[in-house]
């Protein structure tokens, strides 16, 4: 009988070795001296938690030759983008406290073997094995600190001349134990770790025992997938290809080693192992005069040559994707996390109208499989598809419903919901357009306000379960803020910041925002006002802002409101607006002598967006929510927007969010 191994194997098998990197280019060289440089003078890390200061040591002997040149391959040689990057990741390790992780702390997530370092690759990769199945703890920060921790010894016992891994992942279910997953949260957060402060680390993916709908995710969405990622990952093949089958878990295809995970012995043998590769390449390090670029080559014995010496080879690994690690992590995390789409869909539950009504209530159907198209044929810009959270009704939902003609939309029927939010499901950039790289990538929360003229357009709203949009009108939701809080933010807030501008608001003027009523004697003589902004459309507000409101003063409004959703009502709302335009300034001939003017919010631009959800981010912008109904209560919902008494942003409850 086979002995059983319960410890960590210290090293690969005799040929299996990493492959030799090419040689830096030219041009790679000057951009990797000038980050070089770069780095050497930074006079301090930046923190927003009190954590600023100078580079410690372990942070030098963190940023190594290899360190930078990963983050140079992951921005595409772009070396300030890269300068940035490795600015934020050694802010985030400080203020995560990635070395301030002990195995002690970490040791309660470990106990089942949910994790585990064992063996190498074929190339000398370690492999980390990811058994899902095997998930012991409730959702908890401990369960992002546990893969944080790991991913770091596994950089511990790389061999010399590797700085990627071996993932491979076994979604064999445990019949003892029922998984006890996070939420999108911790997906997200686990996502961006991956993908902004590990950049360049995986080699391969081997994957196995892969549950059907995670199956057909990958069969649809790999023709969108970069071919370099692409072949790193492996399903249901055959592993000793890639591991040799000494060094694989016999748990995995044809792999011969015999291994049971018994925490008492391995996760102490882990740890004395870790520590003492650790600690070799620290002593090295501090002997070598503790350079900021050094090899780790050098540090790992590979070379006694250290920095600096005229025959250290300049290398370079094969370029990769910027997002190469958090994609193809997706499988794994999600199922961790949340439940992973079954393929990018087709159709998708959405609530839709085909004509119109006098009421919502008569005029919307719930569809269970409502067309989409992603991506786009046409396309000449960066679409996402995105599944959607949260989306907040407005009166302009109830005007599509009720008063413009069906015929504008080039679809079947529409959806209606201007504003929501939702995360990224897929994100695609096709090859006709100028833009060099994709702004969005799965896993981003973001904010979504198509206008009104697209709705129209093309029948798209937020009031179903997955949306197809041009990224142009979404932006990245701040990462202190739930997804509930975006929802309802841009319609109103990008209505408002145009009102803003297009009156030439400076600082000091005194501006009424839609106070309805008589002001003349609070606000007569030399007090009145330099602008009015309505919101709402008082036209009684209007004819009497002579006495408020000064000469050369400016009514600005985004529409006249009216007091019915048909369309004479809507016709009365525009000839009252072209009449307040027109008419003679004159009071004498009847007009107010002040002058108006409406806001038409038509298509809101990047920078606009942005501007909110900065504002929403640091807090000077709060989303006032009078309710949230679920997917299925939309119409109790389109009730209280037309009782007139809500006190807030009337919020759907469309799919996943981030409220737990």
Partial sequence: MAEVLKTPLPSPVAGSQPKERPTLDTEQQKKYDWLLEQVKGWPEIPSTQGKAGPLTDSEKFW????????????????????????????????????????????????????????????????????????????????????????????????????????????????????????????????????????????????????PWVVTAFFKLITPFIDPHTREKLKFNEDMSQYVPTEQMWSEFSSGKLTFEYDHSQYWPALQGLCKERREA???????????????????????????????????????????????????????????????????????????????????????????????????????????VSYAALNPADIVSLTCIPYFTHSTPSAVPALDFTGVVVSSHLPSNTTQQQQRFQPGDRVICFPPFPHMLKTGIGGLQKHVPIPA??????????????????????????????????????????DLPGSLSRQYGGDNRF???????????LYKACAGFLKEEGVYDAASIHYDDYRYWDLFKSVVKIVSNIVWPKSQWLGGTGRRFKICSLSDPSQEMMQLLADMLGDGRLRVAVD??????????????????????????????????
């Avoid at 109790?636 to 969010?657: M, P, Q």
Wanted: hydrophobic fraction near 35%; glycine fraction near 8%; charge should be neutral.
């Fill in 63 to 210: 940023l190594t030759k290899e360190c930078l040149l990963r983050y140079l391959r992951a921005t595409k040689w772009n070396q300030q983008d890269a300068e940035k990057r490795l600015l934020k990741t050694l802010t985030w390790r400080r203020e995560y406290g990635v070395e301030d992780l002990t195995a002690d702390q970490i040791s309660p997530e470990n106990e089942t073997g949910k994790q585990i370092l064992l063996g190498y690759d074929k190339e000398g990769r370690p492999c980390h094995y990811l058994n899902p199945g095997r998930q012991n703890t409730e959702a908890s920060p401990r369960q992002v600190q546990h893969l944080v921790f790991m991913v770091e010894r596994v950089i511990d016992i790389m061999p010399p001349g590797q700085e990627t891994l071996a993932l491979l992942i076994n979604f064999k279910q445990s019949k003892s134990r029922s998984n006890t997953s996070p939420g999108i949260g911790q997906a997200r957060e686990v996502l961006d770790i991956l993908q902004h402060h590990y950049p360049e680390r995986l080699g391969k993916a081997l994957i196995i025992n892969m």
């Fill in 281 to 387: 390449r620290w002593q090295k390090w501090v002997a070598g005069g503790k350079q900021i670029g050094e090899s780790e080559d050098h540090l790992a014995g590979a070379s006694a040559a250290g920095v600096g010496s005229a025959t250290e080879k300049s290398t370079a690994a094969p370029a990769a994707t910027p997002a190469a690690f958090a994609l193809d992590l997706t499988p794994f995390l999600t199922k961790m996390s949340i439940q992973p789409p079954s393929s990018l869909p087709k159709t998708t539950q959405a609530w839709t109208y085909t004509s119109i009504s006098t009421s919502p209530r008569s005029a919307l159907s719930l569809t269970p499989s409502h067309p989409i198209t992603f991506p786009p044929p046409s396309s000449t810009e960066e679409t996402l598809l995105v599944s």
């Fill in 472 to 513: 142009k009108y979404c932006v990245k939701l701040p990462e202190v803020r739930k997804l509930a809080e975006g929802a309802g933010l841009m319609l109103t807030g990008c209505t408002a910041l145009l009102q803003l501008r297009e009156a030439g608001v400076k600082k000091g003027d005194k501006v009424l925002v």
């Fill in 530 to 540: 330099d602008h009015v902004i309505d919101g709402f459309g008082n036209q009684g």
């Fill in 627 to 660: 309710s949230v109904w679920e997917f299925e209560e939309v119409n109790k919902g389109f009730d209280v927007l037309l009782s007139g008494h809500a006190a807030g942003k009337v919020v759907i409850k469309v799919g996943e969010g981030d409220e737990e």
